[in-house]
């Protein structure tokens, strides 16, 4: 089942074509999101002054848009100042350095505590930025004192002090109005990632496929009912800032219904998911939407047996007789699968880990391995590592070498044994690497065999259970 249309944004446009106050994020893959939203302004001709204080803590000051979606008002930002300070205590103690606040402690009176405000002059706050904070430096009743005389109560902070960060914009507009302007910029603080489940039978190589997109917001301001678009590809960015994702917060899940919970198509070079309803995505939370549900995919099992897997071709000419004659005896196990839509796929999958379970005799599902996969367009053939099977070994040895440096010429024998302690057959592929040389001739083997590539062949070789079979091969060498 293909769970799959799209819902298009346009090419290049970091906005949507018409002003709306729901908040819209397009979250990239490289922990970075476009943010668009509405600010509404009421400006008059000329220069005005305008506070934007809803962006993000991790926002790119210099990649903001500004604009009437309409048309009607030729905006122009003359000046922008961006202001992120944490209000912390000792932020707020600077900015009444010099000045007397009250302060209010506790003191005990005939056994009951009593709260008591006692006036303090701030004579150093402790404030460094950037560093490491200093003493407070309190003048109470003209004594000084290395320690707060109580809980500070401050008084209003006035109009110049920000409590969360906030742009300062300096506008020209040709024209007074009233209107919902459309900003844009990119912040860091976002990241979104694709995992997938593959659940299959007691027996067989049939696999349901659920795959999932995890939100993650970490960038300081909480979005909701917002418009949630996720970009998957590498999207080139020079020197992007790194952020350090914060600890705790909320951890949701979002099960999809009847209708596809997520929208897929091409974007320019890119993939571009939609989330088909609006959402809202708070600060320091994870998010868990199904964006994949397909059943009855063919995923067979595959045993390859590598003996030599650390040696390979580099291009120049090896006679050392030991060198990768010693193999190992792990016989790998691979799941393969064509991300086809005739294998109920069909669909570009986004990065990300897949897990695969199989259910045992009593229908509980077991977790049999994981591994990873890139970006994946579709009609492409997914191969994946999930581990060493126990009932299959293999045994690799050098059986014959000889050199002529004279003649120019090398023969290398090799023997393979294979052994099934399985209960039901088994087909092993045995890949051999002809690392020696580039030019190459096999002359003698025991078995029919295919070449992948070329320094690479591979045996397919039936193993009934509890039988060992023998592989056999030479190969000459000349330069």
Same mark, same amino acid.
């Given at each position: 089942?293909?769970?799959?249309?799209?819902?298009?944004?346009?090419?290049?446009?970091?906005?949507?074509?018409?002003?709306?106050?729901?908040?819209?994020?397009?979250?990239?893959?490289?922990?970075?999101?476009?943010?668009?939203?509405?600010?509404?302004?009421?400006?008059?001709?000329?220069?005005?002054?305008?506070?934007?204080? &809803?962006?993000?803590?991790?926002?790119?000051?210099?990649?903001?848009?500004?604009?009437?979606?309409?048309?009607?008002?030729?905006?122009? *930002?003359?000046?922008?100042?961006?202001?992120?300070?944490? #209000?912390?205590?000792?932020?707020?103690?600077?900015?009444?350095?010099?000045?007397?606040?009250?302060?209010?402690?506790?003191?005990?009176?005939?056994?009951?505590?009593?709260?008591? !405000?006692?006036?303090?002059?701030?004579?150093?706050?402790?404030?460094?930025?950037?560093?490491?904070?200093?003493?407070? *430096?309190?003048?109470?009743?003209?004594?000084?004192?290395?320690?707060?005389?109580?809980?500070?109560?401050?008084?209003?902070?006035? &109009?110049?002090?920000?409590?969360?960060?906030?742009?300062?914009?300096?506008?020209?507009?040709?024209?007074?109005?009233?209107?919902?302007?459309?900003?844009?910029?990119?912040?860091?603080?976002?990241?979104?990632?694709?995992?997938?489940?593959? #659940?299959?039978?007691?027996?067989?190589?049939?696999?349901?496929?659920?795959?999932? *997109?995890?939100?993650?917001?970490?960038?300081?301001?909480? /979005?909701?009912?917002?418009?949630?678009?996720?970009?998957?590809?590498?999207?080139?960015?020079?020197?992007?800032?790194?952020?350090?994702?914060?600890?705790?917060?909320?951890?949701?899940?979002?099960?999809?219904?009847?209708?596809?919970?997520?929208?897929?198509?091409?974007?320019?070079?890119?993939?571009?998911?939609?989330?088909?309803?609006?959402?809202?995505?708070?600060?320091?939370?994870?998010?868990?939407?199904? /964006?994949?549900?397909?059943?009855?995919?063919?995923?067979?099992?595959?045993?390859?047996?590598?003996?030599?897997?650390?040696?390979?071709?580099?291009?120049?000419?090896?006679?050392?007789?030991?060198?990768?004659?010693?193999?190992?005896?792990?016989?790998?196990?691979?799941?393969?699968?064509?991300?086809?839509?005739?294998?109920?796929?069909?669909?570009?999958?986004?990065?990300?880990?897949?897990?695969?379970?199989?259910?045992?005799?009593?229908?509980?599902?077991?977790?049999?391995?994981?591994?990873?996969? &890139?970006?994946?367009? =579709?009609?492409?053939?997914? =191969?994946?590592?999930?581990?060493?099977?126990?009932?299959?070994?293999?045994?690799?040895?050098?059986?014959?070498?000889?050199?002529?440096?004279?003649?120019?010429?090398?023969?290398?024998?090799?023997?393979?044994?294979? =052994?099934?302690?399985?209960?039901?057959?088994?087909?092993?592929? #045995?890949?051999?690497?002809?690392? =020696?040389?580039?030019?190459?001739? !096999?002359?003698?083997?025991?078995?029919?065999?295919?070449?992948?590539?070329?320094?690479?062949?591979?045996?397919?070789?039936?193993?009934?259970?509890?039988?060992?079979?023998?592989?056999?091969?030479?190969?000459?060498?000349?330069?």
């Amino acid at each position: 089942m293909k769970n799959f249309a799209f819902i298009p944004l346009v090419a290049g446009a970091l906005f949507c074509a018409v002003a709306s106050a729901q908040p819209a994020l397009t979250i990239y893959n490289q922990n970075f999101a476009v943010v668009r939203d509405t600010v509404p302004l009421d400006l008059q001709s000329g220069v005005n002054d305008v506070r934007y204080a &809803d962006a993000t803590a991790q926002v790119e000051p210099d990649s903001v848009i500004l604009r009437d979606p309409t048309g009607k008002h030729s905006l122009q *930002i003359l000046e922008q100042n961006y202001r992120n300070d944490p #209000v912390t205590q000792e932020l707020l103690l600077s900015m009444f350095e010099g000045k007397t606040i009250d302060f209010e402690t506790l003191r005990l009176k005939d056994n009951t505590q009593v709260r008591e !405000i006692v006036p303090g002059k701030i004579i150093r706050s402790g404030y460094v930025p950037g560093g490491n904070a200093e003493q407070p *430096i309190i003048e109470v009743n003209g004594k000084l004192q290395f320690s707060l005389p109580g809980e500070p109560l401050f008084p209003d902070l006035g &109009d110049d002090t920000v409590l969360k960060p906030t742009l300062n914009w300096l506008l020209q507009s040709d024209k007074p109005g009233k209107f919902g302007a459309e900003v844009g910029y990119i912040t860091g603080g976002f990241s979104w990632s694709a995992s997938y489940n593959l #659940v299959s039978p007691e027996k067989g190589d049939i696999v349901d496929v659920v795959g999932w *997109i995890t939100m993650n917001n970490q960038s300081g301001k909480t /979005f909701r009912d917002a418009s949630i678009k996720l970009m998957a590809g590498d999207v080139n960015r020079v020197q992007p800032p790194t952020f350090t994702a914060g600890i705790g917060g909320a951890y949701r899940m979002a099960l999809a219904e009847n209708a596809p919970a997520v929208t897929e198509k091409a974007f320019d070079e890119f993939h571009l998911y939609s989330i088909a309803r609006p959402t809202t995505l708070r600060d320091r939370e994870t998010k868990q939407v199904e /964006f994949v549900h397909a059943e009855k995919v063919v995923a067979p099992t595959i045993y390859v047996y590598d003996g030599a897997p650390s040696y390979r071709f580099y291009g120049g000419l090896n006679y050392e007789q030991g060198y990768g004659a010693e193999g190992n005896e792990k016989v790998q196990v691979m799941r393969e699968f064509v991300n086809a839509e005739t294998n109920h796929l069909g669909i570009a999958l986004p990065a990300g880990k897949l897990r695969f379970y199989r259910r045992d005799t009593d229908g509980q599902l077991q977790f049999v391995g994981e591994n990873q996969i &890139d970006h994946t367009p =579709r009609n492409e053939t997914i =191969r994946l590592t999930t581990g060493n099977a126990f009932d299959l070994v293999g045994e690799r040895k050098q059986t014959n070498f000889h050199v002529d440096t004279g003649d120019k010429w090398m023969d290398e024998s090799f023997e393979i044994k294979l =052994r099934n302690r399985k209960t039901e057959p088994v087909v092993i592929r #045995v890949v051999e690497h002809l690392y =020696r040389w580039n030019n190459w001739e !096999i002359t003698q083997k025991s078995d029919d065999f295919t070449k992948q590539d070329a320094q690479t062949i591979e045996f397919r070789v039936p193993v009934k259970p509890d039988e060992e079979k023998v592989v056999t091969y030479t190969v000459h060498y000349s330069w």
